[in-house]
């Protein structure tokens, strides 16, 4: 599935400050590139990002809530326990980035891609999803209940003991994840129209109490 990569109409320029100069300022953050900054623990809620990129950056326990994220790109950065609830994104990439416990719920991603990314124990609740690409990243004990999805897709990604109670992944090819003891509702009704393995089958009719020959 083909998802719209962030588009940067320039080059991003060098931004030469340290990142808390951004906590004091309400201004638009447009056309900059974030190097190796320290964002742990700042509170930049309901703020804008655009055509911005982020490389190598701590965002550990950062306060993002409500941002608005278009044409950004985070390469190698620690978003691990940042607060992104309720946050936009459009035209976004995620690569080699760690986010454990990083809180997302609520949020909106279209066109958001996330490869070789760490997010166990991220909070994806009711997050919707439009135009989403998943792809070697490990979401152990991550939580995607009551999520609304479209046009999503996952290759070879971890979602072991996740939580997918009432979100629907109609459409999605789970067949090259693991989903070793992640949690659906007592129906399944989760799995309808996803495409699964024949392990994968087996497991999930075992959990029911069901053997298999």
Known sequence: MKIMPPKFFQEPAPFLQEAAALAQTDERAEGLKFHKLSFAGLRLADREFSECV????????????????????FERCDLSGADLRKSAFRRAGFIDCKGVGADLSESSLKDVSFEKCAFSYANFNAVKLNGARFEGCTFSFADFAECVQKNTSVAKCAFDRA???????????????????????????????????????????????????
Not at 54 to 73: E, P, S
Not at 166 to 191: H, N, P, V, Y
């Open 163 to 213: 939580n997918f109670f009432k979100t629907s992944l109609k459409g999605m090819d789970l067949s090259s994840c693991d989903i070793a003891g992640a949690a659906f509702s007592s129906s399944l009704f989760e799995l309808k129209g996803a495409k699964i393995g024949l392990l994968q089958a087996a497991a999930l009719l075992r959990a029911l109490g069901i053997e298999t020959e």
């Open 54 to 73: 982020f490389t190598a950056c701590d965002l550990n326990g950062a306060f993002l809530k409500g941002c608005d994220f278009a044409d950004v790109l």
